[in-house]
């Protein structure tokens, strides 16, 4: 009999690089045994402890920390919201000094927890340890990623490649084995383009992993200052981050048909990252999980109408007796779309 079970986290928000974090865990999973939301770790319940990478964000909802004691944490690559750090408590810093030391996906978390007396150091993303996959090969097209349309219509006129921009951002609700593909679309997306621009940390650290040249664009619009968002901490000396206004005033500053070479700063950091959650699970599965899609982009497109669809079919038929079901549901048995399954 196994002493352990295996877990990932799973999610609800909007932004799918929370999933793209848990997709780079699983690389360390033998097995998944079971799905924890981030959200609700504090009732999570096993009869058995369930080996867990703990690297996200945390925390939408504070009150619902320290996770379960059903739960054997590693914790690495996390990042502590503001939110949660105004919602401190004495258990929970207990809880990460039972669990030290802490692995930070910044360098502004450590900080903050070396700061309570609890030992931290800077990890940085276990995003960086996506494996690449032999059978995706480098496309033609220049992937944009959160970019606004005036930097898309800029590129547009320094290259005749294509230029094609998506979001990490979801408006429609996926369940989370739609939410893993969506993501795995996403990093097919980042491995094959030619070169990726983009402010967003986990279109950016996948895209070093897999050699995709980065181009991070360093934006003036708030609250996009990549340099002065406690996020990028520690993780933007990854990059050779350019200005907005360098980017918009200086056509040669970045070479769309030849791009250079990433740096590789995080090369030590990716390899420690590796070695501890390796370690921690004894197991590192030697097969890329980013899968080769034919065509991701044609495949989202039906996925999102699809959705919509749905949303717009429901709405038109929902009855006042379905509402009251939402209710009694989400009042009296303290029910959300966090307890839906897989």
């Not at 009999?1 to 799918?16: C, F, H, Q, R, T």
């Not at 927890?113 to 032999?134: D, E, H, M, Q, V």
């Not at 097919?188 to 070093?208: D, W």
Request: net charge positive; charged share 30%.
């Amino acid at each position: 009999m196994e002493e352990n079970k295996y877990g990932v986290l799973k999610y609800s928000a909007i932004n799918i690089g929370d999933d793209i974090q848990s997709i780079a865990a699983m690389r360390y999973l033998p097995r998944i045994d079971e799905y924890i939301h981030r959200d609700r770790v504090d009732v999570f319940k096993s009869d058995k402890k369930v080996k867990t990478i703990m690297n996200a964000a945390w925390m939408l909802e504070p009150k619902h920390m320290p996770p379960s004691e059903d739960i054997d944490p590693l914790l690495i690559s996390m990042h502590l919201k503001m939110v949660t750090r105004k919602a401190m408590t004495p258990k929970l810093k207990q809880y990460f000094i039972n669990h030290a030391p802490v692995g930070c996906r910044d360098t502004d978390t450590m900080e903050y927890l070396n700061s309570l007396g609890i030992p931290a150091y800077f990890s940085g993303c276990i995003t960086l340890t996506i494996r690449k996959n032999p059978e995706i090969k480098r496309q033609n097209y220049i992937l944009t990623v959160d970019m606004p349309k005036y930097i898309q219509d800029e590129i547009k006129k320094r290259t005749k490649r294509p230029v094609y921009n998506v979001s990490r951002l979801m408006n429609v609700y996926f369940n989370q084995y739609e939410r893993f593909k969506v993501a795995k679309m996403a990093l097919y997306m980042y491995h094959s383009a030619h070169c990726i621009v983009t402010r967003a940390i986990h279109a950016g650290l996948p895209s070093l992993a897999f050699d995709t040249p980065v181009l991070m664009l360093d934006l003036k619009t708030k609250p996009f200052d990549n340099r002065r968002d406690p996020r990028y901490y520690g993780l933007i000396e990854f990059f050779n981050p350019v200005k907005e206004i360098d980017f918009l005033n200086n056509k040669d500053i970045y070479d769309f048909e030849n791009p250079p070479e990433n740096p590789k700063r995080h090369i030590e950091t990716r390899d420690n990252l590796i070695k501890k959650c390796s370690d921690f699970t004894g197991y590192d599965n030697p097969v890329s999980l980013v899968e080769n899609f034919e065509n991701p982009f044609i495949e989202l497109y039906s996925m999102l109408a699809y959705k919509h669809y749905r949303m717009n079919r429901n709405a038109y038929w929902l009855k006042p007796s379905e509402l009251i079901k939402v209710a009694f549901r989400k009042a009296i048995l303290k029910k959300t779309r966090c307890d839906l399954e897989i």
